[in-house]
């Protein structure tokens, strides 16, 4: 009984995962040419978790991208890919692994699929990161090639040409992300703004001649901070949030550039 309602799982189970990027394809990233949700059967409570696992496959030329949920975690139990010959036939979207599937080391990296933009494949991490999302970058050779904290990401298109040629010797299809980065300072812009400001400047190459006003955040805090906290409040390091521009290809990071001066700042939570 349990085979056939896997089996009917299996034929109707093309479904929208809230992880699987289709609502910011039209922006962000590339439409799969198909994609299958595969939800565990209703079993016993006390079966294994192999039993228990959801799978998601998300299908692109020459890549499939697959997802295995438990339920009760934050990020995915396995993430995965499969590059496809050319000529080759589409792995069959299950729990099992294939020859040469590749899996993300959970040590490595733990969150959830959200899309492909030319052959990248982008995960978004497992929970927040001050205020912000972490994601990473992998690219068709598997190999991790950018991570950073974002609060929101505004575009990711194909660099054709490239604008800087001899920035570095480029090895394929260049992208450029722009995204609002969320940064987390060393120190605090309310217990030290002129040392913290010229610290953040240094590791982020924002150049503008004010001092952004983080004493609002901090002092919203220090509303609802009973006496004894507040030094440590005021100690507490500082976030802040700027536009960028990043160009990634198969070497990692080319540029990453500011686009636009201090839009936020507020204490880490």
């Not at 054709?160 to 812009?189: E, F, H, I, Q, T």
Request: glycine share 8%; hydrophobic share 35%; aromatic share 8%.
């Amino acid at each position: 009984m349990r085979r056939c309602v896997l089996g009917l799982m299996i034929m109707g189970s093309l479904i929208f995962s809230a992880h699987s990027g289709a609502a910011e394809a039209p922006k962000l990233f590339d439409k799969p040419l198909r994609e299958q949700h595969i939800t565990p059967p209703l079993i016993p409570a006390d079966s294994s978790q192999e039993e228990q696992s959801g799978v998601s496959c998300w299908y692109y030329p020459g890549l499939m991208v697959k997802e295995v949920s438990l339920d009760g975690t934050k990020g995915a139990a396995q993430l995965s890919m499969v590059h496809i010959s050319k000529g080759g036939v589409d792995p069959a979207c299950r729990r099992e692994n294939v020859d040469g599937e590749y899996i993300v080391d959970a040590k490595s990296w733990s969150g959830h699929f959200r899309g492909v933009r030319q052959g990248y494949v982008f995960f978004s991490g497992d929970d927040g990161v001050n205020g912000g999302e972490g994601f990473t970058v992998y690219d068709d050779s598997n190999t991790k090639v950018f991570t950073d904290v974002a609060d929101t990401l505004s575009s990711i298109d194909p660099m054709l040409p490239p604008r800087d040629p001899d920035l570095r010797p480029w090895y394929y299809s260049p992208l450029v992300l722009n995204y609002r980065k969320v940064y987390s300072a060393p120190c605090s812009m309310r217990s030290e703004p002129t040392r913290c400001w010229a610290l953040i400047k240094r590791a982020t190459g924002l150049t503008q001649s004010t001092v952004p006003d983080c004493d609002a955040a901090y002092k919203a805090g220090e509303m609802t901070t009973p006496p004894e906290g507040l030094d440590s409040l005021r100690r507490d390091p500082s976030v802040i949030v700027y536009a960028v521009e990043a160009v990634i290809d198969g070497q990692g990071v080319a540029r990453l550039a500011p686009k636009s001066p201090v839009l936020k700042c507020y204490p880490a939570p």
